[in-house]
């Protein structure tokens, strides 16, 4: 199976599995680039998988199902339309003619009821877990987002993250902000510019990359504890206060 990204929008991926001429596409937030491919590739829609209700991700539902009318696997805990097989945590996910299948996980906190899927060593995350970075709390808590992004940080290490926007470069600064000592950041500082100016995607990366790099991650790192307790100035007890004080602190940085 391969995985190709499509852009939409400005800086969002449509990721698309693709088995022979079946495909399935992940938070197709615009049909146009996805009925493009499958005129220009001349393959068959076989699913499309959900994370959240956010427009920019699932806008492009209603046209692709005009197209081809296909099961769309969406989460539970909110409200999407167009989606015909609800799924929340520990569901198994079977792909029609895709010789995959992944398991789903509630990640709530950028929305109330955000899915992930994980499987074949992929993990599609939505707006949760960005490159060094992670999703806005729309709806969640901090404590909801923590959790989150805990339960993502101990999959594999190998797992390659997909994640549905392009912002690494952008959390790169912030994270150099946090942690400026943190080498292992700078030399990803230094390979996602070389990437980007080359205009190559930051996506997938390694979930071993983010726990090395991604301060949202390393809340119990003392350089990250100790820069969001001057950052807030005042002292933070535990991975969930960290957490939210970094994560305030990102929502006003420049
Ligand atoms: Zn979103």
Known sequence: ?????????????IWLLREGRRIVAVDPGE?????????????????????HH?????????????????????????????????VGE????????????????DVPGHTRGHVAYYGQGALFCGDTLFGCGCGRLFEGTAQQMWA??????????????????????????????VEPGNAALEARAASVAALRAADRPSVPFQLAVELETNPFLRCSVEAVAGAASR?????????VEVFAALREWKNVFR
């Open 54 to 86: 956010h427009g920019d991700h699932c806008g492009g539902v209603a046209g692709l199902l005009q197209h081809q009318p296909v099961h769309v696997y969406g989460p539970a805990h909110e409200a999407v339309a167009g989606v015909s097989i609800a």
């Open 1 to 13: 199976m391969d995985i190709h990204a499509l852009r939409a929008f400005e800086d969002n991926y």
């Open 231 to 239: 950052r807030s100035d005042r002292p933070l007890s535990s991975g």
């Open 148 to 177: 989150s992004l805990s339960k993502l940080a101990a999959l594999p290490p190998d797992t390659l993250v997909y994640c549905a926007h392009e912002y690494t470069l952008s959390n790169i600064r912030f994270a150099l902000a």
């Open 90 to 105: 520990g569901d198994i996910v079977e792909l029609p003619g895709l010789p995959a299948s992944f398991r789903v996980i």
């Open 31 to 51: 049909a146009a680039p996805v009925l493009r491919y499958i005129e220009e590739q001349s393959v068959d829609l076989a699913a499309i998988l959900l994370t």
